[in-house]
């Protein structure tokens, strides 16, 4: 199952991160206006994504890749709140979706989390105690 859940994990940051490339215009769209160099940022994350997913199927990168990704999460989650916020304003009925976007974050980042070294070996611990 763990197995599984990397490579679902892997495929979704690969597809998360092409479409960065593909859908530029979204990603553009949400970009807290506080931030400069918007699409320089939106190329940067996309090519993040791609290399982080990538980075998740050899072992001895997939702690670096993990951290990677938590990092990113953390990164982009202005643009997600700016994204609900411009929904609320337009009233765009995937308004839910995007208040919804938010605590999936926190689940991305403890799915991701148990992909580190630090995570693998706790987990290793008590199952040896």
């Known amino acids: 199952m763990r197995k599984f859940s990397l490579y679902v994990m892997a495929l979704l940051y690969l597809f998360a991160g092409i479409n960065y490339f593909l859908h530029k215009e ?14 320089l940022l939106i190329i940067i994350s996309g090519i993040c994504e791609i290399l982080f997913a990538l980075l998740l199927l050899p072992i001895e990168s997939r702690s670096f890749a993990a951290w990677g990704i938590i990092f990113l999460l953390v990164a982009v989650f202005p643009a997600n709140i700016q994204m609900m916020v411009n929904y609320y304003h337009e009233q765009n009925t995937q308004l839910w979706m995007s208040i919804l976007r938010l605590p999936l974050q926190i689940v991305l980042v403890w799915w991701a989390y148990t992909f580190t070294t630090h995570h693998a070996k706790a987990v290793k611990t008590r199952i040896s105690a």
């Open 26 to 39: 979204f990603y553009l769209a949400i970009m807290p206006t506080w931030l400069g160099y918007h699409e």
